[in-house]
Each structure stands twice: as C-alpha cells, then as structure tokens.
C-alpha cells in the first residue's frame, strides 16, 4: 500500500515537473504554443501532402471549333432553364467521347487526369481541350472531342431541316392526289415516321412547302446526315443499357454466343414482367436503328454526305498541335501555402489562448477524462438497454435504412447508377452521425439538469459526451459499410475495387467532429435560454438532410450558382461529397466502375476552415453564457 501511494506522489511530481517545462517562456512564446504550432503545420502538410504529390502528369492539347454563327446562331438560345442549345450540344458531344472510351474498353474517361474541357470563347467559336497523361493522349483527346462537338452543332441544324421534310411527307400522305410513285429518300422517311425512329421534343406537323432532297444546298444537306448520325448513336447508347439491364435481370452476361443468350432473354422474359419489358424496348430500338443506318447509308452512298471536320464549311475542326511539355504541378508552392495556413492556424489557436484560457480550459477538461468516458459508456448503454441484440444495431440500423432507399431508388424510382448500396451507405453513415450529434448536442445541456444543479464539472464535458457518443456509434458502424463496399463489388465486377484514398478517411472524420463540437455547442447553449431550438432542430434537420447529397448526386445539378452556394453555406454537402470521393467516386451510371479520388485540395481546405470558424464561434458562444445554465434550467 506505501508503494502504491509512494508511485502515486512520484507520478504527480513528473507531471507537475512536465507542466511547469511546458509552460516555460521561449522567444516570446510559451513550450506548449510552440508545440501547438508544430502540430497545426504537421497537420497541414498531413492534409495536404499526400493530394499534392498524388497530382498525376498531364498534358494540354487545345483544338478549336469554328461554326457560322449567322447559320447556327439559334443554338445560343435558351431551350430549357439555364440551358441552351449549345450547353446540350456540349453535353451531348462529352457523353459520346465517353461512350466511344467504354467501347474501347477505356474507362479512365472523367478522371481529372483524362478528360475534355470544352471552353466557348467568342460566338462561333470554341476551344476544345484534351487534358491526358501523355501528349499523345491528350492530342488525340482534344481532336476527337471536337470532331464529335461540330458533329453535334450540325446535328443541331440538321434536325430542323429534317422536321421540314417529315412534315412535307405527312402533308403528301394527307392529300388525296399525293405522289404515286415516292423516291427511295420518301420511302426512309415514311419509315422513319412509321417506326418513330427520329422523336423530337416537338413531333412533326404537316408541312406545306415541298422540302426533297435535290432541293437541298450542300450544307443542309450535311447537316441533315450529321443528325442521322447523332440519332444513331443514340439509339446505339439505349441498345447498350438496355442490354446490361437485361443481363443483370436474366443472369446472361456470361453467354458468348449471340444465339444463345438471345434465347436465353426470350425464356428470362417469359417469366419476369421487367425482363418482358426491357426486351421489347430494346427490340423497338434496334428496329428504329436499323431504319437510320438505312437513312445513312442512302445518303452517303449516293449524296458522298460523308463527314470530314476539317474541311473549310459552315462548321470545321482547327485540329490540335502536340503538346511539348506538361503542366506544372507547383509543388513546392502548394506545400509552401499548406505550412503558411498551418501558421495562421497556430497563431489564430495562441491568440485565442491567451484571450480566453484555453490551455487552463483544456487542461481541466483532460482531469474529467473519466466522467466524459463514464458519460459516453452510459449513453451506448442506454442506448442498447433491453434489446437482445445490443452493438449489433450499429451494424443493422444503417444497413436497413440502406436497404430503403436502394429499393426505392432501385425499383420504384430507377435512379441508374452504379453500385448504388456502395453510392449509398457511404453517405449516409457520416450524415446519421451529424444528425445524431447535433439532435443530442442541442439537448445535451437541458437533458442533464439534474448533474449541472449537483455536481461542479466542466459544462463543456456534456456536447463533447454527446459527439463522443455519436462518433463512437460511427465508427463502429464503418464495418458494415465495408462490408457492403465489397460484397457490391464482387457481385457487380467480380473483384474488390479499394483504392489508397480510403486511408483520407481520418481526415474527413477530424473536420467533421470539429464541425459537430462547434454545432453542439453553439445548439446546447442557445436551447437552454430558447426551447423552441429543441423543437425547431427536428425541422431543420429533415431540410438540412433533402438540402444534402446524400440520395442524389450534387452533379445531377450542375455546376450553377445554385449548386456552389449550396456547396459554400452548407459544409456537410461538400463532407459528403468528400467521403464519396474518397470511397465510391465520381457517380456513374451502371455499366461503368467508378473510381476513388482524393477530393480537391481548395475544397478540403475551404471546409477545414469552416469546421474551425464554427467551433471558435460555438465555443465563444458557450463560455459567455455557460455560467448562466444553473439560473435558467
């Protein structure tokens, strides 16, 4: 027993001697601001580092494309919100280079270190650029991207004339005294009407004024091929999906012969209503194929409408040169910036420790270590108290609200992407924890009446309770959702698809708790001296949920004002996208793989910041009226 207390003193005096080194005044400074400082650019470069040096090597190569803007000059107006006609000629033109990737069994299209920018300058004129990991790549990148862009503007132009002259055969299959013998142009066109294997946003109507072939000027005449041309591709992109769809109903990716898995559909479709349904879509779309291709075919056999972008038209190709060196990467300028905002962090962090005690503050929060371990082990156990399954339901919970929603968005609402339970669960588990902190958070101190009237403790102990809570309950339920990642994968494409970006993760989960102590405590504060917050949160928190990608993919929106504003003033939007990144990838439809990332640097710091103004702000918040919670509660 004098043993045990003889260690105990010796213990007490090392920490004190500890202390007082710590708390030694060195250039101005004190030990442990020193420190703190070291850890904050140590943190910085953490975060920063490892995305920096993952940049990959790429190269630039620029082609442009030139049309007449007195011709296609319709194409800048607006055809929908925000949209006009040549943001849907660029859309169009980016999906079927990426459709003409998968075709070839390149998937890298969309990375940012293989992709197309498609940048408008003045009217009439457009830089494409290739952006690869050789100069090669990115030349041939750049020059197949406009190709495919001024095959889309004339497209554009072409559909117009070819309304006009699917109206003029309606007009003639209206009168009586219509033409006897049709030319083998008239006879496409009828069955192009008859299969409806050109549908337009507005349907053809009778068209008085003869419109034939013969009368059509050269340019017309290829812009009318370029729109078959398009439609092609379209109904050749449908064919694809409806393809996988029916594989992945009827189990016949794995048949070889053409023969056999056709047959294998027919008998899959003779019992499954959707199979059923798929194949007579897919059949109708082949049929409309194949009534273009004969479109084609006539007009580049006998009008030579055959497609060359760089020849001097109405819409051209400026073909792109060979890039001669990559883009640089700024290394040493990144990591520079990165050690300049840990700085600013340090000193903002000594600043503030010296107007308001932190140090002091910290240090007598660390001596109620035990409560706060005490508290948090008594709300897990509150928690699962009576249930036969206990730790099991942060294993179950989030895998049956994933279940809901992969069936809702699987079958009654199709939302096409892939590996949705991964695309899922990965966003959900980090929203549940936010909304788990900050519904207990804003009740943390109300809640706990009782000990804050009997017990002296620090008041700040119960919202970091309630956060350590939620993130325990988050970090054990991270197993399940691994779980699923890798069950998905061997289903969907027979191998596990990790990728290093998973080791991010701690990153994400420090700025997100950081966010979630701020919150809790500015919430906590503000519900003791206003109920109507613990009233109010419930609300907000289901807005807060739709107003988060959580069920959907920012991107399906664009990159608009809307979408950056929701990006800047809500820091959980980019979090989750962030985890996405980092585990899932980008979203893409089915058929595709997608691919982890690291998120952006600009993005990870911008939230950083965020997660930090919030918690000196709820902190600040909390210290002013933290002494008034015995009166109120």
Same mark, same amino acid.
């Given at each position: 027993?004098a043993?045990?207390?003889?260690?105990?003193?010796s213990?007490?005096?090392?920490?004190?001697?500890?202390?007082?080194?710590?708390?030694?005044?060195?250039?101005g400074?004190?030990?442990?601001q020193?420190?703190?400082?070291?850890?904050?650019?140590?943190?910085?470069l953490?975060?920063?580092?490892p995305r920096?040096?993952a940049?990959p090597?790429?190269?630039?190569?620029?082609?442009?494309?030139r049309?007449?803007?007195?011709?296609?000059?319709?194409?800048?107006e607006?055809?929908a919100?925000?949209?006009?006609?040549?943001?849907?000629?660029v859309?169009?033109a980016?999906?079927?280079?990426?459709?003409a990737?998968?075709?070839?069994?390149d998937?890298?299209?969309?990375?940012?270190?293989y992709r197309?920018?498609?940048?408008?300058?003045a009217?009439?004129q457009?830089?494409?650029?290739?952006?690869?990991p050789?100069p090669?790549?990115?030349?041939?990148?750049?020059?197949?991207a406009a190709?495919?862009?001024?095959?889309?503007?004339?497209?554009?132009?072409?559909?117009?004339?070819?309304?006009?002259m699917?109206?003029?055969e309606l007009?003639?299959a209206?009168?009586?005294?219509?033409r006897?013998a049709p030319?083998?142009?008239?006879?496409l066109?009828?069955?192009i009407i008859?299969t409806?294997?050109f549908?337009?946003?507005?349907?053809?109507?009778?068209?008085?004024?003869e419109?034939?072939l013969a009368?059509l000027?050269r340019?017309?005449?290829?812009?009318?091929?370029?729109?078959?041309?398009v439609?092609?591709?379209l109904?050749?992109?449908?064919?694809n $999906?409806?393809?996988? #769809?029916?594989? /992945?109903?009827?189990?016949s990716? !794995? =048949?070889?012969?053409? &023969?056999?898995?056709?047959a +294998?559909?027919?008998n899959?479709?003779?019992?499954?209503?959707?199979?059923?349904?798929?194949?007579?879509?897919?059949?109708?779309?082949?049929?409309?194929?194949?009534?273009?291709t004969a479109?084609l075919?006539?007009?580049?056999?006998?009008?030579?409408?055959?497609?060359?972008?760089d020849?001097?038209?109405?819409?051209?190709?400026?073909?792109?040169?060979t890039p001669?060196?990559p883009?640089?990467?700024?290394?040493p300028?990144?990591?520079?910036?990165?050690?300049l905002?840990?700085? $600013?962090?340090g000193? #903002?962090?000594? /600043?503030l420790?010296?107007?308001v !005690? =932190?140090?002091?503050k &910290?240090?007598?929060?660390? +001596?109620?270590r035990e409560?706060?371990?005490?508290?948090i082990?008594?709300?897990?156990?509150?928690?699962?108290?009576?249930?036969?399954?206990?730790?099991?339901?942060?294993?179950?919970?989030?895998?049956?609200?994933m279940?809901?929603?992969?069936?809702?968005?699987?079958?009654?609402l199709?939302?096409?992407l892939?590996?949705?339970?991964?695309?899922?669960?990965v966003?959900?588990?980090?929203?549940?924890y936010?909304?788990?902190a900050?519904?207990?958070?804003?009740?943390s101190?109300?809640?706990?009446?009782?000990l804050?009237?009997?017990?002296?403790?620090p008041?700040e102990v119960l919202?970091?309770?309630t956060v350590?809570s939620?993130?325990l309950?988050?970090?054990?339920?991270?197993?399940?959702?691994?779980?699923?990642?890798a069950?998905?994968?061997l289903?969907?494409i027979?191998?596990?698809?990790?990728?290093?970006?998973?080791?991010?993760?701690?990153v994400l989960?420090?700025i997100?708790?950081?966010?979630?102590?701020?919150?809790?405590?500015?919430?906590?504060?503000?519900?003791?001296f206003f109920r109507?917050?613990?009233?109010?949160?419930?609300?907000?928190?289901?807005?807060?949920?739709?107003?988060?990608?959580?069920?959907y993919?920012?991107?399906?929106?664009?990159d608009?004002?809307?979408?950056r504003?929701?990006?800047?003033?809500n820091?959980?939007?980019?979090?989750?996208?962030?985890?996405r990144?980092?585990?899932?990838g980008?979203?893409?439809?089915?058929?595709?793989?997608p691919?982890?990332?690291l998120?952006?640097?600009?993005?990870?710091?911008?939230?950083?910041?965020?997660?930090g103004v919030?918690?000196?702000?709820?902190?600040?918040?909390?210290?002013r009226?933290?002494?008034r919670?015995?009166?109120?509660i």
């Amino acid at each position: 027993m004098a043993s045990m207390v003889e260690k105990g003193v010796s213990l007490r005096r090392r920490l004190r001697t500890h202390i007082s080194l710590l708390n030694r005044s060195l250039a101005g400074l004190r030990l442990y601001q020193w420190l703190w400082l070291l850890l904050c650019v140590i943190g910085a470069l953490v975060v920063v580092t490892p995305r920096v040096l993952a940049q990959p090597v790429i190269y630039y190569a620029t082609a442009e494309v030139r049309f007449a803007v007195e011709r296609y000059g319709a194409i800048y107006e607006l055809v929908a919100p925000e949209r006009s006609g040549l943001d849907i000629a660029v859309a169009d033109a980016q999906e079927a280079v990426r459709q003409a990737a998968l075709a070839r069994g390149d998937v890298r299209y969309g990375r940012p270190d293989y992709r197309v920018d498609m940048l408008p300058q003045a009217p009439g004129q457009l830089f494409v650029r290739g952006v690869a990991p050789s100069p090669a790549e990115a030349q041939a990148l750049a020059n197949r991207a406009a190709e495919e862009l001024v095959r889309q503007i004339r497209a554009a132009g072409g559909r117009e004339i070819l309304r006009n002259m699917l109206g003029w055969e309606l007009w003639l299959a209206l009168e009586p005294q219509g033409r006897v013998a049709p030319t083998p142009f008239d006879t496409l066109l009828r069955e192009i009407i008859r299969t409806q294997a050109f549908p337009m946003s507005r349907e053809p109507e009778p068209f008085a004024d003869e419109r034939t072939l013969a009368d059509l000027p050269r340019e017309e005449l290829l812009d009318l091929t370029r729109a078959l041309e398009v439609r092609y591709d379209l109904w050749r992109f449908a064919i694809n $999906t409806r393809n996988a #769809t029916l594989d /992945a109903l009827c189990s016949s990716s !794995g =048949l070889s012969s053409t &023969a056999t898995r056709e047959a +294998a559909l027919v008998n899959c479709a003779a019992t499954d209503a959707r199979a059923a349904s798929e194949l007579a879509e897919r059949d109708r779309a082949i049929t409309r194929q194949r009534v273009i291709t004969a479109t084609l075919n006539y007009l580049v056999a006998n009008h030579a409408a055959g497609f060359d972008p760089d020849a001097p038209s109405a819409a051209q190709r400026i073909v792109a040169a060979t890039p001669t060196a990559p883009e640089p990467r700024y290394i040493p300028h990144l990591i520079a910036l990165a050690t300049l905002v840990g700085l $600013t962090l340090g000193f #903002t962090g000594v /600043a503030l420790d010296r107007s308001v !005690g =932190l140090t002091a503050k &910290a240090r007598e929060i660390w +001596a109620y270590r035990e409560l706060i371990r005490n508290l948090i082990l008594r709300d897990l156990r509150a928690r699962y108290k009576g249930s036969a399954l206990g730790y099991l339901w942060t294993q179950l919970a989030p895998l049956g609200m994933m279940l809901v929603y992969v069936l809702v968005f699987s079958l009654l609402l199709p939302s096409g992407l892939a590996m949705f339970p991964v695309f899922i669960i990965v966003a959900l588990l980090p929203w549940n924890y936010t909304a788990e902190a900050i519904m207990g958070g804003t009740r943390s101190i109300i809640d706990n009446a009782a000990l804050i009237k009997k017990v002296y403790f620090p008041r700040e102990v119960l919202p970091l309770v309630t956060v350590g809570s939620s993130l325990l309950n988050f970090l054990l339920s991270l197993p399940v959702m691994f779980l699923v990642m890798a069950v998905v994968q061997l289903l969907t494409i027979g191998r596990l698809n990790g990728s290093w970006t998973f080791a991010y993760l701690p990153v994400l989960i420090i700025i997100q708790t950081l966010f979630l102590v701020g919150m809790a405590l500015l919430l906590g504060s503000a519900a003791v001296f206003f109920r109507d917050v613990v009233h109010l949160i419930g609300i907000v928190m289901n807005i807060w949920f739709f107003l988060t990608p959580v069920i959907y993919p920012l991107g399906v929106f664009g990159d608009g004002l809307a979408v950056r504003i929701v990006r800047w003033l809500n820091p959980m939007a980019s979090l989750i996208e962030f985890y996405r990144e980092i585990l899932y990838g980008n979203a893409v439809p089915v058929g595709m793989i997608p691919t982890p990332a690291l998120p952006a640097l600009s993005s990870v710091l911008r939230v950083g910041v965020t997660a930090g103004v919030v918690l000196v702000i709820g902190y600040w918040v909390f210290q002013r009226v933290s002494r008034r919670f015995g009166e109120e509660i």
